[in-house]
């Protein structure tokens, strides 16, 4: 199944609510939320009072994305502020395969996201293991940033892989994604797209519409 999971990280944090319910009037069942430490990159976002202030009122899937060093410390935590799907960086992990089974104990979805330039084999021995592979389209930290053309290639290799061995992982991309390169994610391979500028700048009922038409 084919997602648009708008970026948190782009609303107007005035007006949060206000912009979640367009969201959810607009049928996104999905929303995608960037926590950042100032240590695995270097802004900071946002924590667990926003989550769970949130959480009371909205339905919506909470993919909760950690770019945090060490994210096991935080993984029970996030759990209990709400968060649907938990995703860690490999490279923010020391023991991957642990912190996967920490999260799947918890009964929360599993995902392990890539930096642009981290390759496709850290997944080799974990691949059965998750529910979704986030492949960041650009280096994590900001957003507005462009995507980087020669992930096309990443995602198609990395769909062969998750064929070739039987699985249906989800694939996620994050970072630089709009209405116009949506078409050639969704061919290379990916299912849920992450937007946060492109969602949140503007119109965001008429910015959903026109991701909506391509789905
Ligand atoms: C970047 C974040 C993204 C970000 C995407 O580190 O992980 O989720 O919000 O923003 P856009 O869609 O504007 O590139
Ligand atoms: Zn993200």
């Given at each position: 199944m084919n997602y648009l999971a708008p970026s948190i990280l782009s609303a107007d944090f005035s007006r949060l609510g206000e912009n979640l319910s367009v969201l959810e009037k607009n049928d996104i069942t999905m929303l995608h939320v960037d926590v950042m430490?100032?240590?695995?990159?270097?802004s900071i976002s946002l924590g667990f009072p926003i989550i769970e202030s949130i959480r009371k009122n909205s339905s919506m899937i909470f993919d909760v994305h950690l770019m945090i060093k060490e994210p096991e410390r935080y993984v029970e935590r996030f759990s209990e502020s709400g968060a649907d799907i938990i995703t860690v960086h490999a490279e923010a992990c020391l023991h991957l395969h642990r912190t996967i089974e920490q999260i799947k104990q918890l009964g929360k979805k599993c995902g392990v996201a890539l930096n642009p330039a981290t390759p496709l084999s850290v997944l080799d021995y974990v691949l059965e293991d998750v529910d979704m592979v986030l492949l960041m389209t650009v280096n994590p930290g900001f957003g507005g940033q462009a995507f980087i053309p020669t992930m096309y290639e990443k995602i198609k290799t990395l769909r062969n892989r998750i064929a070739e061995r039987g699985l249906d992982t989800d694939i996620e991309v994050d970072g630089g994604i709009k209405a116009s390169n949506t078409k050639k994610a969704l061919e290379a391979g990916a299912n849920i797209l992450v937007a946060g500028s492109a969602v949140f700048w503007g119109n965001i009922e008429e910015n959903i519409k026109e991701f909506q038409k391509l789905l």
């Open positions: 430490d100032g240590m695995f990159v270097p």
